[in-house]
């Protein structure tokens, strides 16, 4: 999901530390969102099960997840798609249709891109507005016959609500890729209590979500891609400290709390 950007390659993705944590480079790592996806404690996944998911293609090869919002919209993280990662939108598509991220449904290329406003794409920045919207130059719905549109969350779920975050990717830290996608269920975590974890960064355009002895979350790479409750989308994978760590939840851009700017900029 999230997490730990050791820079990817010469991909630069930037986030600083939240205040109120340290101020070491150690520190500010630890924070970072990383490219490349894995679900730690979970289960293969249906793509009938989880349509809306779409693996993001850089050059062809899946680097995040995203969410399908419209016929030809996706919904990402800002990370996945910043100038530092994504160069020229010519290198940008996504795989809707498939649970392999490498073969199978239907790629389809970006026609436009728009990254919020306030996203700052550097090194050491504080993670915030990390949301995005592909746009699509063919329809996503029906593409291998299974896509289809997730529709919006407009309220905050309650404190441990269940919900379902799935992305490509190994099981454990600092494990390899996998091409199955890959599900786990996850609950809401207190928004108070994550502030007091990580620090001002969590905010209400955040959602929380983990268990607090760790196990399960989702991690690198499902960064992007949906965190669904009750079959709405309620936040995209953004960032946290780890994957699966006791005591650090994962972290969301949360839908309710950008749905504004969405509506806005997505026309959803």
Request: with cysteine.
């Amino acid at each position: 999901m999230k997490t730990v950007l050791v820079l990817v390659a010469s991909v630069a993705l930037c986030f600083a530390a939240p205040e109120g944590l340290g101020t070491s480079e150690d520190e500010y790592v630890k924070y970072q969102p990383q490219l490349g996806g894995r679900i730690v404690g979970g289960v293969v996944a249906n793509i009938a099960d989880i349509p809306y998911q779409i693996a993001l293609l850089r050059n062809l090869a899946q680097i995040c997840g995203g969410s399908i919002i419209a016929a030809r919209t996706v919904l990402t993280a800002a990370h996945c798609v910043a100038p530092s990662v994504i160069s020229s939108l010519d290198q940008l598509a996504v795989r809707a249709g498939s649970a392999q991220n490498n073969t199978g449904g239907t790629v389809i290329a970006a026609s436009g891109l728009v990254i919020h406003e306030s996203y700052r794409d550097c090194w050491f920045c504080t993670p915030r507005n990390d949301i995005a919207v592909v746009f699509l130059n063919a329809n996503a719905v029906g593409a291998g016959g299974i896509a289809s549109v997730i529709p919006l969350a407009n309220g905050v779920a309650a404190d441990g609500t269940y919900g379902v975050v799935s992305g490509w990717g190994a099981t454990t830290e600092g494990g390899s890729g996998s091409t199955q996608l890959l599900r786990v269920d996850v609950p809401v975590f207190n928004l108070v209590e994550c502030r007091s974890i990580y620090g001002s960064a969590v905010d209400t355009t955040t959602v929380c979500a983990g268990y607090a002895n760790g196990g399960k979350d989702a991690c690198q790479g499902d960064s992007g891609g949906p965190y669904a409750i009750n079959g709405q989308l309620v936040g995209i994978v953004s960032w946290g400290s780890g994957c699966a760590r006791a005591g650090y939840p994962g972290v969301y851009a949360s839908v309710p709390g950008y749905r504004e700017w969405i509506r806005t900029n997505a026309g959803v």
